[in-house]
C-alpha cells in the first residue's frame, strides 16, 4: 500500500494567495518529513524539512506543520508566485532507515497570476 | 547548488538487452541512492550504496539489478537483462551524510524505455 499519500494530485492558487499542500502517512516509525520541489524534466530539489520533535517549522513563505497524532503533514507557501508552479513531491523516512525516503505521487501546483 | 550528472538522459532498447545507467554524484558525498518512478506513479527507492557496498534494497531491485561505483568514477545502475515493466524513470542521489537532513541530491533522471 501507499506509505505516503497525496491526495490532491492538482491545486490552482491565484498570485499572491496561500498554497496548501498535503500529505498523509501511515509507518509510525517515520521521524522525517520533507517537501520537494520538482520542475519538468528537473531533478527533485529539497525545499524545507522537520523532525518529528517539532510540529512546524518556517522558512521564508515556506511553513511545514505537522500532526503525529494525525500522520499528516502540510506546506503552506505564503504569497505564492507564478514561479512556485511545480510538483510538490512530499516525503517521509526513518532514523536508522539509511536514508531510505518514501514519497508521495506528488501534486502539480499552478500559481496563476 | 551542488549538482549530480546522470548519463544518459533518454535510452530506447529492446527487452533483453542490457542497459547501464550512469550517475555522477555531488563530490563530496558519501551515499548513494537509485530510485524509479513509472510515468504516473511516485518514486520508489531501489537501493542505497555506501563504501563499495550496497546498505538496502527493495524489493523493487531485481536479481537482473546490479550497482557498482568502480574507483570512484560513475555510480552505475546495471540491468541485465531488461524487462517491459523496468521502462521507468531512474533518479540518481547523493547525500553527505547517512543521517543527515536527508538533503538528498537528485539527479535530472534517465528516463529508460524498454520495447
Known amino acids: 500500500g501507499q506509505q505516503v499519500k497525496q491526495s490532491s494530485p492538482s491545486l490552482t492558487v491565484q498570485e499572491g494567495g496561500i498554497s496548501i499542500l498535503n500529505c498523509d502517512y501511515e509507518n509510525d516509525m517515520f521521524d522525517y518529513f520533507a517537501w520537494y520541489k520538482k520542475y519538468p524534466d528537473n531533478s527533485p530539489t529539497l525545499l524545507i524539512s522537520v523532525r518529528s520533535n517539532v510540529d512546524k517549522r518556517e522558512d521564508g513563505r515556506l511553513t511545514v506543520f505537522l500532526n503525529k497524532s494525525g500522520k499528516h503533514f502540510s506546506l503552506h507557501i505564503t504569497a505564492s508566485q507564478p514561479e512556485d508552479t511545480a510538483v510538490y513531491l512530499c516525503a517521509a523516512g526513518a532514523t536508522g532507515g539509511n536514508n531510505k525516503l518514501t514519497f508521495g505521487q506528488g501534486t502539480v501546483l499552478s500559481v496563476i497570476p | 547548488g551542488p549538482k549530480v550528472l546522470q548519463i544518459p538522459s533518454h535510452q530506447i532498447i529492446d527487452m533483453g538487452q542490457m542497459v547501464t545507467l550512469n550517475c555522477d554524484p555531488v563530490?563530496?558525498?558519501?551515499?548513494f541512492y537509485w530510485y524509479k518512478q513509472i510515468l504516473g506513479q511516485q518514486m520508489e527507492f531501489l537501493v542505497n550504496?555506501?563504501?563499495?557496498?550496497?546498505?538496502?534494497k527493495s524489493k523493487l531491485f531485481k536479481d537482473q539489478f546490479s550497482v557498482e561505483r568502480p574507483d570512484g568514477s560513475y555510480f552505475t545502475l546495471k540491468i541485465q537483462p531488461t524487462a517491459l515493466e523496468d521502462s521507468a524513470v531512474y533518479f540518481c542521489?547523493?547525500?553527505?551524510?547517512?543521517?543527515?537532513?536527508?538533503?538528498?541530491?537528485f539527479g535530472e533522471g534517465s528516463k529508460l524505455t524498454v520495447l
Open positions: 563530490s563530496n558525498h558519501l551515499y
Open positions: 550504496f555506501y563504501n563499495g557496498k550496497v546498505m538496502e
Open positions: 542521489a547523493s547525500s553527505h551524510y547517512r543521517e543527515s537532513t536527508g538533503q538528498l541530491y
